[in-house]
């Protein structure tokens, strides 16, 4: 086992710019940067003679922490090991470039210990930026070659950014070649903030920020500083050759723990468009040679020396050229060495799309999505002038920057937004669409809608998809943001930086069911920033909306200026025109259906389809839901019933609400006895009620687990309410309703009229909350996932969380406070809840985790905080608000390791708060032993053993 190093003592004498080779005349410099935690004397060596050193066994925690204590009284002499450094050796490169003069750059690295310095990534470049051009004032046409490993090439990367300073951009033009040795690009922020940290979570340590707090911005800063390195070397045509490891790395070898695993991978060393060569060495192995005969160091040695060579061929030429340039150009258009250049990472279509994927989006949200497929658009010769009107005022460009049509419930908004959705879909000017659906998951809120359509413009916009993954750079939490910061940061600042090539075109963003959002708040927030569009002078973006005319939507659309927006009341349009438009879209399905059922053409006649207009009163809804009805049995039998229950002094709504209690009894058959139809009554108050009241889609199979009755007993109570329902076929598949008018139907006694059908809300909710409960009681345990390795990732078992946590489970999870709220349960100390929470608060914790919830873990409990706090001196606000700050306090790595929550997590907790929150048997409470440098070694009864280290969040590692 190997223990701990300490770093050494730097000598301020190493510091900076030191030259290792000299020679009479030299052609080039090659100036070596080296990475975190070196010392300049040994980071670029290697032992001639490595003697190798077995590893104890069988050694147990107490040796394991015996070896990490400080050594105490006489220590046995070691014999020191010769080492060569492959920079200044003469065996080495000094034999393979001798018209170059070779350079370390040196720094003060030391990222942890008692001497841990604070470092900035940019004050390092700068540094060499600044001691570079001392050195080339006297022989500004020598040229200059870069070697960096790990940090040391981000170092190089930076400095181009200070070289566009005019006494600066000498040494830019001298540069011919750039050498990176294991340096992370793209996934620098991958690497680290969360994947070096979870890989040493795994390897038994984690732990909080100490010297290097830079790094911690480094997730926005570096792609920048890639960026900008990308556009030097391609416009200098400098040379750029990028080596990665091939063979995993101790990670975590300074614990005590014998963990591998790659620091940075081949992804990440890479940078597009340049050469790159895999090397059969760990990380720290790519800058340490001692052979000249060994072929890794050929590999790197070879490539070297071409550029030397290059550099020694074009002196004359570059010298001569530099007379001739235009006032302007550059050296790039004069010379081209091989290997030019860097494509940077932002304007590659993949490395895009990974950073569009970090946004999360509601994949129910596009007009097209999957499961919208079936929705229908308006037939030809309906509508027509209303669309018209909507495509004038969409293709005009003027102020009048948002369009909303408003109407009562089944008037026909979602099928118009469907159809205009379509026709600027099929010309490639739909910019994004996104269709609320109350009780839909992640459609029925607006926490994912402006990425949603950031996401959207991306790719329906290609020219805007680099200006939005900058954006994604830049603030890579960008989707943890307010909704002001996510509009202006992800859809209007990349919008304001096109050329203006598109200034003239529009563009259509379609938001359809604005009032099916849950959060008024929210609503009225979404109309205020929509409403910013019409800042834009690079692009016209149009929003057309469609709502019901609620009070918060009517509120915040005349808070714009009558300016700047257009209105359309749907039910205003004069009744013989929407009759027509209704008689078209009967006569359409009634036909299909009557040709179907091989009736007569025609059928059911003129005279018929009238008095089913008449029916409709003007709601399209109630006319789709006929023709539900009618396909789903006996046509002419249901034709008939749909005739004789019309009632012409009836309201619209009253038409909407005799269909419906039509359905629902004709599902009851006349043939039962008193009792069964009595069950069904209790059925299908109890599984519609349930489906209406959901917070997001489940699937026959998922509710009927949910319910805790089974999937027959689902299927019998809806086989014949297909005309309000959508079944699918598959049973995996998500059960939904066809019109959002059904819910309110349902659960509005007065509008039900009858009590064998009417649900009341609140009991309904109270049923799903303990229903979830006992699911959750049941289903969540200790390593629910079965990973048993406690540095388990989220990303390591991906999409096969689903096979450990079934879709009701992971509902469960999400949303059994909101029953629990909705309901109007009570809680008190010691009820069922509390003692739930008592037993499987980390469990819950664990699976919120794997689903990546632990956001909405959060909301929970703190609703739970705010529901309870009128309880005085009560046991459970306590233990609630004691779980709130211990959720924020370990979120960072429970949302990366799930597992933690057991190791890392518990350690942090003080013991009184493990007692009021965790309630643990004493097997898995640690006692600690706390030893020099922060390691901490977890001793528990079981006789396991935990390492933890700390300080070591956001670093990379370099030897």
Not at 19 to 43: F, K, Q, R, Y
Not at 219 to 243: P, Q, W
Not at 699 to 717: D, W
């Given at each position: 086992?190997?223990?701990?190093?300490?770093?050494?003592?730097?000598?301020?004498?190493?510091?900076?710019?030191?030259?290792?080779?000299?020679?009479?005349?030299?052609?080039?410099?090659?100036?070596?940067?080296?990475?975190?935690?070196?010392?300049?004397?040994?980071?670029?060596?290697?032992?001639?003679?490595?003697?190798?050193?077995?590893?104890?066994?069988?050694?147990?925690?107490?040796?394991?922490?015996?070896?990490?204590?400080?050594?105490?009284?006489?220590?046995?002499?070691?014999?020191?090991?010769?080492?060569?450094?492959?920079?200044?050796?003469?065996?080495?490169?000094?034999?393979?470039?001798?018209?170059?003069?070779?350079?370390?750059?040196?720094?003060?690295?030391?990222?942890?210990?008692?001497?841990?310095?604070?470092?900035?990534?940019?004050?390092?470049?700068?540094?060499?930026?600044?001691?570079?051009?001392?050195?080339?004032?006297?022989?500004?046409?020598?040229?200059?070659?870069?070697?960096?490993?790990?940090?040391?090439?981000?170092?190089?990367?930076?400095?181009?950014?200070?070289?566009?300073?005019?006494?600066?951009?000498?040494?830019?033009?001298?540069?011919?070649?750039?050498?990176?040795?294991?340096?992370?690009?793209?996934?620098?922020?991958?690497?680290?903030?969360?994947?070096?940290?979870?890989?040493?979570?795994?390897?038994?340590?984690?732990?909080?920020?100490?010297?290097?707090?830079?790094?911690?911005?480094?997730?926005?800063?570096?792609?920048?500083?890639?960026?900008?390195?990308?556009?030097?070397?391609?416009?200098?045509?400098?040379?750029?050759?990028?080596?990665?490891?091939?063979?995993?790395?101790?990670?975590?070898?300074?614990?005590?723990?014998?963990?591998?695993?790659?620091?940075?991978?081949?992804?990440?060393?890479?940078?597009?468009?340049?050469?790159?060569?895999?090397?059969?060495?760990?990380?720290?192995?790519?800058?340490?040679?001692?052979?000249?005969?060994?072929?890794?160091?050929?590999?790197?040695?070879?490539?070297?020396?071409?550029?030397?060579?290059?550099?020694?061929?074009?002196?004359?030429?570059?010298?001569?050229?530099?007379s001739n340039l235009e006032p302007g150009a550059t050296r790039s258009q004069n010379l081209t060495p091989p290997a030019m250049g860097v494509v940077f990472s932002g304007s590659n279509n993949s490395d895009q799309e990974n950073l569009l994927s970090r946004l999360p989006i509601a994949t129910d949200a596009p007009f097209n999505s999957c499961n919208r497929q079936y929705e229908p658009t308006c037939l030809p010769e309906t509508r027509v002038d209303l669309l018209q009107e909507i495509y004038k005022w969409a293709d005009r460009q003027n102020e009048q920057c948002i369009f909303w049509l408003n109407g009562l419930a089944g008037t026909g908004k979602s099928t118009i937004a469907r159809t205009v959705a379509r026709t600027y879909f099929e010309q490639n000017r739909l910019g994004a669409s996104f269709f609320f659906s109350r009780g839909g998951g992640d459609v029925g809120h607006a926490s994912k809608f402006f990425t949603s359509l950031a996401v959207q413009l991306a790719y329906n916009i290609p020219s805007l998809q680099h200006y939005i993954s900058d954006a994604i750079t830049e603030r890579s939490d960008i989707a943890s943001h307010s909704f002001r910061d996510q509009w202006r940061q992800l859809v209007l600042r990349p919008l304001s930086r096109l050329d203006g090539s598109l200034s003239l075109s529009s563009y259509v963003l379609i938001i359809d069911a604005l009032d099916e959002c849950d959060n008024e708040n929210d609503i009225q927030m979404i109309l205020q920033l929509l409403a910013m569009a019409r800042e834009l002078k690079t692009i016209q973006l149009r929003v057309f909306l469609t709502s019901r005319p609620e009070i918060p939507i009517r509120y915040g659309f005349n808070q714009i200026p009558s300016t700047e927006r257009q209105g359309f009341v749907l039910h205003s349009i004069p009744l013989e025109i929407v009759d027509r438009d209704i008689f078209f879209f009967l006569k359409h399905n009634l036909e299909l259906i009557g040709h179907y059922n091989e009736h007569e053409p025609g059928w059911p006649g003129s005279e018929a389809i009238q008095r089913l207009v008449n029916a409709a009163s003007g709601l399209f809804i109630w006319a789709a839901t006929a023709c539900r009805f009618i396909r789903g049995g006996f046509i002419e039998e249901r034709l008939r019933l749909l005739l004789e229950g019309n009632d012409t002094s009836a309201s619209p709504e009253e038409h909407l609400n005799s269909i419906y209690i039509a359905i629902l009894r004709n599902s009851i058959q006349p043939s039962y006895m008193e009792q069964e139809r009595q069950k069904l009554y209790s059925m299908l108050r109890y599984v519609l009620g349930s489906i209406v009241v959901l917070s997001s889609l489940l699937?026959?199979?998922?509710?009927?687990?949910?319910?805790?009755?089974?999937?027959?007993?689902?299927?019998?109570?809806l086989k014949s309410l297909h005309a309000i329902l959508y079944i699918p076929e598959d049973k995996n598949h998500s059960l939904r309703l066809h019109h959002p008018s059904f819910r309110d139907f349902l659960l509005n006694k007065k509008r039900c009229g009858d009590s064998n059908f009417w649900v009341d809300e609140k009991q309904i909710h109270q049923t799903l909350a303990l229903n979830c409960i006992k699911l959750m009681s049941t289903f969540l345990k200790q390593d629910v996932c079965k990973q048993k390795a406690p540095g388990t990732l989220v990303t390591d078992i991906g999409t096969r969380v689903e096979d450990y946590l079934p879709l009701e489970v992971r509902y469960a999870c999400i949303y059994w406070v909101q029953h629990l709220q909705k309901g109007g349960i009570q809680l008190q100390d010691n009820d069922q809840v509390y003692q739930f929470l008592q037993e499987h608060l980390l469990h819950w914790l664990e699976a919120l985790s794997w689903i990546g919830k632990i956001s909405e873990g959060i909301v929970a409990i703190s609703s739970l905080e705010s529901y309870i706090s009128a309880i005085e001196q009560s046991k459970f606000y306590t233990f609630i608000h004691d779980a709130k700050r211990f959720v924020l306090h370990n979120r960072i790595g429970i949302e990366q390791a799930p597992l933690q929550l057991y190791c890392s997590a518990l350690f942090f907790a003080p013991e009184d708060r493990m007692r009021n929150i965790l309630w643990l048997p004493p097997d898995y409470r640690p006692f600690t032993t706390s030893v020099c440098n922060g390691i901490i070694v977890m001793v528990y009864s079981s006789g396991s053993v935990f390492f933890l280290k700390l300080g070591l969040r956001n670093l990379i590692l370099s030897k």
């Open positions: 086992m190997e223990t701990l190093k300490m770093p050494r003592q730097i000598d301020s004498r190493d510091l900076g710019l030191q030259v290792l080779v000299d020679c009479e005349s030299p052609d080039v410099d090659i100036v070596a940067v080296h990475g975190l935690g070196a010392t300049p004397s040994t980071t670029w060596t290697k032992a001639v003679k490595q003697q190798e050193r077995a590893e104890p066994k069988n050694i147990n925690w107490y040796s394991n922490l015996m070896m990490l204590l400080p050594a105490t009284g006489t220590k046995a002499p070691v014999q020191e090991e010769k080492r060569i450094n492959w920079l200044s050796d003469p065996t080495m490169l000094p034999a393979l470039v001798t018209n170059a003069r070779i350079m370390s750059f040196n720094y003060d690295s030391n990222w942890y210990g008692d001497d841990a310095i604070k470092l900035r990534l940019v004050h390092v470049a700068n540094d060499l930026s600044r001691e570079l051009e001392r050195q080339q004032r006297d022989c500004s046409s020598r040229r200059l070659i870069f070697i960096g490993h790990c940090f040391g090439g981000l170092v190089i990367e930076k400095k181009f950014k200070a070289l566009v300073k005019p006494q600066m951009s000498k040494i830019l033009d001298a540069t011919i070649g750039v050498i990176l040795l294991g340096t992370p690009h793209n996934g620098t922020d991958k690497i680290t903030s969360g994947e070096l940290l979870t890989r040493i979570i795994q390897a038994g340590a984690a732990g909080e920020p100490t010297s290097l707090t830079a790094l911690k911005v480094d997730n926005e800063m570096v792609l920048d500083t890639v960026k900008d390195f990308s556009i030097a070397t391609r416009k200098n045509g400098i040379a750029v050759h990028c080596y990665f490891e091939q063979k995993s790395s101790k990670v975590s070898k300074m614990f005590g723990v014998n963990y591998k695993d790659f620091i940075v991978d081949e992804d990440s060393a890479n940078l597009d468009g340049c050469e790159s060569y895999g090397q059969p060495l760990d990380h720290y192995e790519l800058n340490k040679f001692s052979d000249p005969k060994d072929g890794n160091w050929r590999k790197l040695s070879e490539v070297i020396a071409d550029l030397c060579i290059s550099a020694s061929q074009g002196i004359k030429a570059y010298t001569d050229s530099r699937s026959i199979k998922s509710l009927s687990r949910l319910l805790y009755i089974t999937a027959p007993e689902v299927n019998r109570t």
